[in-house]
């Protein structure tokens, strides 16, 4: 166990919750207004964590705090005092609360892990997703408009590996889906290269917490935010008035620039899978 100097703790809390406040901060902003945002909200609707949460920071297993920030802690979930008197993750109480989904995480990151990237899916699923109906985002025109957003749907092969994408697909779009992806069969399909697979990351370390250290949190966050970005720019959407150019999937050249970001992230997202399963194996 390494325990922190007060100074070092506090600095480090600090700096996560200003990193965070990047887009926390405008986040709470766009809702005093009731101001929505088509592709960041995303990271506050579907990502449960509440925000005030997020600007949290956890020390992670294996680290303790002194001084203020313990007291402060000792009021949070699953922490205790440790017999040196330092305050941090009760690991036992951990086991017995999250010893189960903790487990299964492990699992599916570590499948995901063990898998070759796949790229060639283009970001399809969001064009799935309106195939022969109303589009999700109302307020937010189709760049090609509906009939050619379904040609493009129609002159491809679709092959989107994750459920949680994949379930949001039209009537008219799942039946062309190369797989059928489920929860049952979640940890034997995801794969390295889904943008979806790399936003959860942020899933995964936000439901681990306060096991996660604060850094590989907001990391993980990071990539989704950028992810997101590139999901919702090569969608169907016209999002340019909202500084969001597109990446034209439909076009070779679309299709290259997507499929060289999509490896980027990948590698990033392998990086920090790597790290989730260091504190899984922590823990358990």
Known sequence: MTVLAPDEATARAAAHRD?????????????????????????????????????????????????????????????????DGSVGLDIAAYRA?????????????????????????????????????????????LRLGPAGTDAVVESHRLQCTHVDAYRFFTPTAAPRNALTPTRDTQVALEQPGCLHAGMDLYKWAYKLAPAVPGELLADCFELAVDIRVLDMRASPYDLAGAGYPPVPIETAAGKA??????????????????????????VL
């Open 19 to 83: 990193r965070l406040l990047t887009w926390v901060g405008p986040h709470l902003e766009r809702r005093q207004r009731h101001e929505a945002h088509p592709v960041l909200d995303f990271l506050f609707t579907y990502y449960s964590e509440p925000p005030a949460r997020l600007l949290r920071w956890h020390a992670g297993v294996g680290s303790s705090v002194i001084g203020d920030l313990a007291e402060e802690r000792l009021g949070w979930p699953l922490y205790a005092r440790l017999p």
């Open 257 to 282: 620039a997507y499929a060289e970001a999509q490896r980027g992230f990948a590698e990033r997202g392998q990086a920090l899978r790597a790290r989730l399963l260091a504190v899984c194996d922590a």
């Open 97 to 141: 609360k999250r010893g189960t989904s903790a487990g299964w995480v492990a699992g599916l990151l570590g499948a995901t892990a063990g898998r070759a990237g796949q790229f060639g899916c283009f970001g399809l699923h969001e064009w799935a997703m309106v195939h022969r109906g109303a589009p999700r985002h109302g307020a937010v025109p």
